[in-house]
């Protein structure tokens, strides 16, 4: 754990001339603030540094606008991107009037997260690992007005473009519709990119474990990222948002953790691989069900049971709801497997009891990390505190059921506004403790209900516009 008197180190010895100081907002979607190295003193640490808040959307009004971002010194990393020496630290905000963190702040939202597991004497850490994939296009246009829209997205991996002219020639190599997983250069384009952004990770402290092409044809990828606690786990996946734009930037091309801005070939999910732990034990091992402890089950009950609440938090833009349909092995059946990867919890076969977990494969990579690693969090706390037991695994293809079967296993919502609704009746589980406030959680679906009301009055081109860039 770095110190305050580390990171005043780090300033003089790598001669930093700037510190940006990173806080996340209510969409998920990360802000900054910049000052001289020189003005980043003890202080900083000691009292914070002042800003207003009243234009942070989700966030309060004018009249109660002034906060203060407090730099967590663990965070601090050398910017791999600035010309000038620059270190970035990620800052909870906090209220001035009583030092506690904002309520609606994510980040101390989701340390009072993990404050309450403690409290509840089940476990003291809960571990994250989530698998964000994402496109890299070579350009992506849109545009709505009046007059009518569009949205025109280019990239010489897609099917789309083989019959267009090229400087230098087409090449013709690339992979067809849903042929996109692992595929060597030259259908490949994208391996330089992504050692360059698995270099960068590693640079700024994420640990990167694999890295690869996915499904989709037109430039999808994963990168594979360590496993790490819940407030840690969620820094991290900021830092690798940051990280794949600004590479694909840097490349001459753009990348997107947009779910669904391809019609017709797989979207990008975030499946989050999550277990709890004890005094330094995985209490998700035992000698149930694929090697599941029964508190294990028990959180999968309570996953399952308040998942249509969770995919407001999960899932939390319309175009995410165009990945959660049948056909592009996206998980649409609200059940439990250890063989079925159509399932909503999946149970990752490893050998060592240790790395026994659960994989909740609904939620998308446009998720903030710090509300959707808390709400599911505390799902499956209340899972485990009312013992909801998600009844028998389908290890059959969830997609090939017959039907009185099939209408027998329930789905996620079909639409944010769905969701949203259920997110209004099922919120009691996410109160608990103070981790969700209830007036964090009205403005946060007063927030995405504006979402909703702003697609009904235009068409598929503005969501490019509110989504791309998460």
């Not at 907002?25 to 202080?43: C, I, L, N, S, Y």
Request: glycine share 8%; hydrophobic share 40%; charged share 25%.
């Amino acid at each position: 754990m770095a110190s305050p008197a580390d990171v005043l180190k780090t300033l003089k010895d790598k001669e930093v001339k700037f510190v940006d100081l990173r806080f996340t907002d209510t969409r998920g979607k990360e802000q900054h603030v910049q000052v001289p190295a020189k003005m980043f003193t003890q202080d900083k640490f000691d009292n914070g540094h002042a800003f207003v808040r009243s234009s942070i959307a989700g966030w309060k009004s004018i009249e109660a606008s002034h906060m203060l971002l407090s730099p967590d010194a663990d965070t601090a990393r050398i910017a791999p991107f600035t010309d000038e020496t620059t270190l970035n630290i990620t800052c909870d905000v906090v209220e001035p009037s009583d030092g506690k963190g904002y309520d609606r702040d994510p980040r101390s939202l989701a340390k009072r997260a993990e404050a309450y597991l403690k409290s509840t004497g089940l476990g003291d850490t809960a571990y994250f690992g989530p698998e964000p994939e994402f496109f890299i296009f070579d350009s992506v246009t849109w545009n709505v007005d009046m007059s009518g829209c569009h949205v025109k997205i280019e990239s010489e991996e897609a099917p789309w473009s083989s019959g267009k002219d090229f400087e230098g020639g087409n090449m013709a190599h690339r992979a067809a519709v849903k042929g996109g997983y692992f595929p060597v250069p030259p259908i490949d384009t994208l391996q330089d990119i992504r050692n360059a952004i698995s270099l960068a990770l590693e640079e700024q402290g994420v640990e990167v474990e694999v890295f690869h092409h996915e499904v989709a044809a037109a430039g999808q990828n994963e990168i594979g990222t360590k496993f790490n606690s819940l407030v840690k786990r969620a820094d991290w996946m900021q830092i690798l948002k940051y990280t794949v734009h600004m590479v694909a930037h840097s490349y001459g091309k753009t990348a997107t953790f947009m779910p669904k801005p391809i019609v017709g070939d797989n979207g990008s999910g975030m499946h989050v691989h999550q277990s709890v732990w004890k005094g330094g034990q995985n209490l998700f091992a035992g000698n149930g069900y694929s090697g599941l402890s029964e508190l294990a089950l028990y959180y999968i009950g309570g996953v399952i049971k308040h998942a249509k609440a969770l995919n407001a938090i999960t899932n939390p833009g319309t175009n995410s709801y165009k990945r959660l349909v049948p056909g592009f092995e996206a998980p649409i059946n609200l059940a439990y497997s250890a063989r079925n990867r159509s399932a909503a919890c999946r149970i990752p076969y490893v050998s060592n009891p240790k790395a026994r977990r659960v994989e909740v494969r609904f939620p998308d990579p446009t998720a903030n990390p710090y509300l959707a690693f808390a709400a599911m969090l505390m799902a499956g706390l209340d899972g485990v505190q009312n013992k909801i037991h998600p009844g028998d695994p389908i290890d059959k293809n969830l997609y090939d059921l017959p039907p009185e079967v099939a209408a027998k296993v329930p789905h996620p919502c079909a639409s944010l506004e769905e969701a949203l609704e259920n997110l209004e009746s099922d919120h009691e589980f996410l109160i608990r403790g103070g981790v969700f406030s209830k007036d964090m959680l009205d403005a946060y679906i007063a927030l995405k209900m504006e979402e909703v009301q702003r697609f009904r009055m235009t068409t598929h081109p503005v969501e490019f516009e509110m989504y791309y860039s998460l």
